[in-house]
């Protein structure tokens, strides 16, 4: 279990949509996506999705919008909902989900535990307990392989009483909890209860909650939450004639240098505070929350500090155009250029497949890998086949020249093949680095 208690909203999928309930009524947002990424930028733990789909056709539609979501969005899902059969579980956990959910309220659920954990590790198997009556059977569904009980508190009421409290205390497995987001005496409460790993927080209607904010008032009650903290204290920084430290800001994913700016002390202590990345602005003498104005916010990913002490590293998940131009980047201008070959592997990857992209959406006569779509998958399958056979020949032979330009070939009709199937390599890395 990690050493912090989780933030983690939650709702329902229903036809696309993402339904959210308050006080027994329904109302409907129709981005899940952007509301996935606004409490993922805003500091939740970890996202609650349950499928609430009546038909085949929109539970599919339900996993897709699931895998659109563990592309853009980096807190982890945890998904269920619609289970019952176990490629249903494979289908959360294939679609980019942390844990599947099975609900115990259902005793085919219950059958599949054991299936489930045995097939894809009791890790990624959480049993849901839509009543605190199943809390008594936890010890079953942990045998069975449940590793995390998710457990809906609502008949608990505003401020649970002391033997409800203990009764979780007691749980021999991690629990999840239920808990509106504005019953600060409730949600402290469950916090500082250790079986209690996490809370789920309801998603509030027409107003949009801050798990960064939560946080700040949570550590203020002494619950250990996961926000940021600096290892290196200001006074340790070397700063400039005007009192502020140079801040190079860096898109976290592609590296791409965006813009340099200035902080102060208390603009570095409210870039701690909220996760947003707040300057001070030399020009207008004031602090200067990026994103403002222009709703391009930047969310710290991570600070690094130089050797000297003196410069700041921001990498950052940056919301539209770091530049006040309108530019992705402030460094936009050519002083001066030598021709030189990219030979960063992500990027030449990335490239490689962008060209292979366009000529799937933009055919050029004459194209090989037009062809290879134009004949389909079939014949894209025995490419690949055929190339992994040419990888393994080549390997036999002392000479590695051959294995890399078998490799080569391997690679370009494995990346058709990811364009057929729709996988991009953002998929296949953080697959990786799940694993």
């Known amino acids: 279990m990690d050493n912090y208690k989780k933030l983690i ?58 895998k659109e979501i563990a592309r853009n969005v980096d807190s982890p899902l945890i998904a269920g909902g619609r289970v019952k059969r176990l490629e249903d579980v494979k289908k959360y956990l294939y679609a980019g989900a942390r844990a ?10 219950v059958d599949l535990m054991k299936e489930a954990a045995d097939r894809f590790g009791s890790e990624k198997i959480y049993a849901y307990l839509p009543e605190m009556k199943y809390l008594s059977n936890i010890e079953e569904y942990g045998q069975l392989g449940a590793s995390v009980m998710i457990l809906d508190t609502d008949e608990l009421g505003d401020e649970p009483v002391a033997e409800d409290l203990q009764r979780l205390a007691d749980s021999s497995h991690p629990l999840i909890v239920f808990c509106d ?5 409730a949600l402290t409460s469950y916090l500082k209860i250790p079986s209690v790993s996490g809370v789920l927080l309801s998603v509030p209607e027409e107003k949009e909650g801050n798990c960064m904010n939560t946080k700040q008032e949570l550590k203020a009650r002494g619950i250990p939450v996961d926000i940021f903290e600096s290892s290196v204290e200001w006074s340790a920084f070397k700063l400039n004639s005007d009192g502020l430290i140079p801040v190079i800001v860096q898109d976290y994913k592609s590296s791409e240098v965006l813009m340099m700016a200035y902080m102060n002390k208390e603009a570095y202590e409210q870039t701690l505070k909220t996760g947003r990345m707040t300057y001070y602005s030399r020009s207008r003498r004031q602090l200067w929350l990026k994103g403002e104005t222009s709703g391009h916010f930047q969310y710290v990913k991570s600070l690094k500090l130089d ?32 021709e030189y070959r990219e030979t960063n592997p992500l990027k030449v990857f990335e490239e490689v497949y962008a060209i292979i992209q366009d000529r799937k959406i933009h055919p050029k006569e004459g194209s090989y890998t037009n062809y290879l779509f134009d004949k389909g998958i079939d014949k894209i399958l025995k490419k690949v086949g055929e190339e992994a056979s040419e990888i393994i020949i080549a390997a036999k032979n002392p000479n590695s020249e051959e294995v890399k330009y078998e490799m080569s070939d391997f690679l370009y009709h494995m990346m058709v093949l990811m364009a057929e199937k729709g996988l991009r390599w953002e998929d296949i890395t953080e697959e990786l680095a799940n694993r």
Request: net charge negative; with cysteine; aromatic share 10%.
């Open 9 to 66: 909203p939650g709702f329902s999928c229903k036809e696309g949509q993402a339904i959210i309930y308050d006080e027994g009524q329904v109302y409907y947002s129709d981005d899940i996506l952007t509301l996935c990424r606004y409490y993922s930028d805003n500091g939740a733990d970890e996202i609650f999705i349950y499928d609430a789909s009546e038909t085949e056709e929109d539970h599919e539609n339900t996993i897709g919008i699931m």
């Open 100 to 109: 599947a959910f099975l609900d115990v309220s259902i005793d085919e659920n």
């Open 181 to 185: 987001e504005d019953k600060p005496g």
């Open 307 to 338: 050797c000297d002490n003196d410069t700041i590293l921001a990498k950052v998940n940056q919301i539209g155009a770091a530049c006040h131009t309108g530019s992705r980047t402030c460094f936009f201008q050519t002083l001066a250029e030598k």
